[in-house]
């Protein structure tokens, strides 16, 4: 299976949960071939918050990564497995929109915002879930 990611923020900016000095970011990984969501998290833009998404990821057997090329991608995948460019990363950039199309809290400027990170995931999440997998939580 061959998967696609991109750095949170590329084409989807943060959303905040009660300022600016709390940014969430959605991290998440789609078939290459389908462009089905497989995994997503929710977090700020380190490390250990992609290696959440990661560890979801591991019983699907993915043999390659399409990524842009961010540090953590490069830290943490194996160089066989990671191939870098933007020629790879249309169809999970096309979510992006969607997802900011649809969901106001990820829109730049709105006055929509979550005051917990608790209902700022749940919201999020029950899209994703039902828009994406067709189930809620």
């Known amino acids: 299976m061959r998967v696609s990611l991109v750095k949170p923020g590329a084409y989807l900016s943060a959303s905040y949960v009660c300022s600016k000095a709390n940014p ?26 992609f290696l959440q998404l990661q560890q979801l990821l591991e019983p699907f057997g993915i043999t390659k990564f399409y990524t842009d090329g961010w540090g953590a991608y490069e830290r943490h995948l194996d160089a066989e497995q990671h191939q870098v460019g933007k020629e790879n990363t249309q169809k999970i950039e096309s979510k992006h929109i969607n997802l900011r199309t649809r969901i106001k809290r990820l829109v730049r400027r709105t006055l929509c915002f979550s005051k917990t990170e608790r209902m700022h995931d749940l919201v999020i999440g029950l899209f994703i879930n039902q828009y994406e997998f067709g189930q809620a939580l």
């Open 24 to 49: 969430r970011w959605l991290w998440h990984a789609i078939d290459h071939h389908t462009g089905k969501v497989l995994a997503y998290v929710f977090g700020r833009r380190q490390d250990d918050v």
